[in-house]
């Protein structure tokens, strides 16, 4: 049966869900209105192509009746509810309009909470996407320069298991990583410990759109966004004209740090991706997994 939430309890929802929103993505919103690139920060709008407007709607997920919700009626992936003008996320429809998509997204969620995280890679997929090239991604200076950048990646082990990283190493680096990674067995190599597999809950959820709840999407926003932070912070570049301060991975110290980092992430990771399957798919098939 759905659960029911009357229409003053939802639209309050909705309300504190758009001004949590809307506190998340100020300052993002502040610099594109100014035409004004972040190299840190961008990307969570930019690789994820999930805006503002879309992050600020709320949602109540899977199986929640809205009452006095008629405006609903004609989103996508919405059902007509038990009483007049009341709605609900439909997670069956979902399922046969994008079988292939529902089955991916549970197939990454389940697999990669199934695993053990790994916790070797130091963050070397953003020295990899470097490694022995005249140009890169991102037009700021290296902080080791080109020949120290390449000395710390050919003094490591590559570690990489997103394949969604490791597509952008170099030619030379690709061989350096312990797996050839392909997009079809990706939910082969995804693990818990990895920074993207943890940023890219925040994708899985935009996937399913109203069928997670508006809480659960903005904390998987949240974990994305500390984790992005991180991710810079080890990578090669210098990022101090943006006031980011460096986790030197090539040094004893600034592995350690990541590690410590990663690992907390880790468990903010596992618990998004319970919730998630929880939200979307029920407390018994979660139990089942």
């Given at each position: ?17 758009q001004?949590r929103a ?5 300052e ?7 035409g004004?690139k ?5 990307f ?9 407007a879309?992050?600020?709607r709320w949602?109540?997920?899977?199986g929640?009746e ?11 992936w919405?059902?007509?509810g038990s ?5 609900v ?13 529902a089955?991916?997204v549970?197939?990454m969620?389940?697999r ?5 995280g790994?916790?070797?890679c130091f963050?070397?997929?953003?020295w990899?996407m ?6 890169h991604?991102?037009p ?7 020949e120290?950048?390449?000395a710390?990646v ?5 570690r990489?298991?997103h ?6 190493f ?14 079809e067995?990706?939910p ?7 920074l ?21 999407l903005?904390?998987a926003?949240?974990?994305?966004r500390d984790?992005?932070?991180l ?13 980011v301060?460096?986790?030197p991975?090539?040094?004893?110290e ?5 590690v ?6 880790a ?6 991706r319970t919730?998630?399957l929880?939200a979307?798919l029920g407390?018994?098939e979660?139990?089942?997994?």
């Amino acid at each position: 049966m759905p659960l029911p939430l009357d229409e003053v309890d939802w639209r309050a929802r909705e309300h504190a869900h758009q001004e949590r929103a809307d506190a998340l993505t100020v300052e993002h919103r502040s610099r594109a209105a100014a035409g004004e690139k972040h190299p840190v920060w961008d990307f969570l709008f930019t690789y994820y192509s999930y805006k503002p407007a879309q992050l600020r709607r709320w949602h109540p997920g899977a199986g929640v009746e809205l009452a006095g919700a008629p405006e609903r009626a004609g989103w996508r992936w919405y059902a007509e509810g038990s009483a007049p003008d009341s709605v609900v996320p439909d997670a069956p429809a979902f399922a046969r309009e994008k079988p292939e998509l529902a089955g991916l997204v549970e197939r990454m969620l389940r697999r990669t909470a199934s695993r053990p995280g790994q916790f070797g890679c130091f963050g070397l997929h953003e020295w990899a996407m470097v490694y022995q090239a005249d140009e890169h991604r991102h037009p700021v200076p290296l902080r080791l320069g080109r020949e120290g950048t390449d000395a710390v990646v050919e003094a490591h082990d590559l570690r990489c298991t997103h394949f969604d990283a490791f597509r952008f190493f170099t030619p030379e680096a690709v061989p350096l990583n312990r797996s050839a990674l392909t997009r079809e067995e990706q939910p082969l190599f995804e693990q818990p410990g990895c920074l993207h597999a943890g940023m890219d809950l925040y994708k899985w959820a935009t996937k399913l759109g109203p069928l997670v709840p508006g809480d659960l999407l903005l904390d998987a926003f949240e974990l994305a966004r500390d984790i992005r932070l991180l991710d810079m912070q080890a990578a090669p570049y210098d990022l101090s004209a943006w006031n980011v301060e460096p986790v030197p991975i090539e040094t004893s110290e600034g592995k350690a740090e990541y590690v410590r980092r990663q690992r907390v992430f880790a468990d903010r990771g596992a618990a998004l991706r319970t919730a998630l399957l929880d939200a979307w798919l029920g407390d018994a098939e979660t139990a089942a997994a």
